[in-house]
């Protein structure tokens, strides 16, 4: 075991080479219009990072690791504060951080654990949701389960208020706390969005090309922000077994998670020329129809009394600041809190509207999904949102822009987000991953799906309400097999007449 730590150390201390010992005030910084927001009443949310180890985890390494990169930034080694002298808004305080207050290490009951491990851990995790952070300290987490499970030997979790950044930025930084597990000196490799914007396109295309789609893009905007508008005064989605029936989002919510082949969508993609983003939107389609049927008493092929024309739609926070470099942060955090991190929520919605059918064919799920996501790249709904949020927040305060928030979110039925991972194995602190599913909690919606790729692999992870939501393992399920159905439509009309698309 000395081995093990003096090993693990020799790794931590190479991924710093120079470490600033002189902390910085970061004492007088205001929190962002949208990070205030995060701590409202109605509105206080929550990030989970959900990490399965190939090892098991040993603290002391992890604690060691930590002190040397993740509190060197400002955010988690700053707590909130009120400033009676603006008006009591609320500031960022630096304050020394004692990491036995944010590592926890439960006792565990063997004989519970024995019983049903996976579920242990999901009860461990969802139990944290009803368990808010202290405001004295620095507003994160770290729990450690030693606790072997059907997918990885130990689990560690992350949990972080939403007001220390988006959930964009939160990944790339734990992730710039992570190195390859074929170089401990190598950061991971994420893959970057190379295909050119509508807009670009367009430039290509000619004179008449850039007028339509700039006219389109007009159009489109216009069009999602009275849909916007509407949506926040009185247009709601169809009452269904997974629409949330409160506005309040403090509730016990439930964490499960399935493991994809990231292989299989990207032999969709190929085979229909698509994006990932597109996949993914069309086997969620698929897996909430197969998932919803059931509910209402049937199959897909039967015929049911269920609402005709369900309107279904998922909200999507979109993170406007570009998103610093994992190589960029892992400088950062060499330098210290004193450097300027560019750091903040800018986050806009966008709304997707979701098709709930039955199909003879699968990829009508994934061919409808495609020309949603076309149609949402060519509007600038996420920009105006978050120049609005910020406009009644600063004139009307944060009461205000809380309800508006919840309004739109509660008139929706869920929430989505996809991000790209690491394509190779990565170690957190000398710990192998098997697996990564960050999501979030303390928005009022009964369902939230979220996308994450990690090596040739793609999680699934589901934050759900258990009073609307009991079996959200049966949902998994549904999606497990919408991608399966998809990907065996593809085979034989594609693949088998050109092998070269594999």
Known sequence: MAGEIRTAEVVVAADIKAIDKEKSSFTGYALS??????????FNCYIVAIMGCKTKINPAVVKLGLERTLIKHPRFSSKPVVDGCKGRKMKWEQTEVNLDDHIIIPNLDDGDVVE????????????????????????????????KTSDAEAVGVFKIHHSIGDGASLVSLLLACTRKSSDTEELPTVPMNNKPSPGAAALSGGVFLLIWTLLKLIWNTLVDLFLFAATMLFLKDTKTPIKALTVEGQQLRRFVHRTVSLDDIKLVKNALNMTINDVVVGVTQAGLSKYLYRRYGGTESQKLDIPRNIRLRASV????????GIQDLADLMAKGPKEKWGWGNWIGYLMLPLTISSQDDPLEHVRRGKSIIDRKKLSLEPVFTCLGAR????????KVASWIANRVLFNTTLAFSNMAGPVEEISFYGHPLSYLAPTVYGHPHALTIHFQSYCNTITISLAVDPGLIPDPHVLCDDLEDSLKAIKEAVVQKFVQKDPGIV
Do not use: C
Not at 119 to 134: A, C, G, Q, R
Not at 317 to 324: E, G, K, Q
């Open 317 to 324: 926070l979109v993170n406007l600041r570009p998103t610093t």
């Open 33 to 42: 219009p949208a990070a205030r927001l995060f701590h409202s009443p109605k």
């Open 391 to 398: 406009v009644v927040i600063q004139t009307l305060g944060v």
């Open 116 to 147: 049903s491990p996976d579920k242990f851990v999901e009860d461990y995790v969802s139990h944290l949701t009803t368990l808010p952070l202290d405001l004295n300290k620095p507003l994160w987490e770290l729990h450690l389960l030693n606790v």
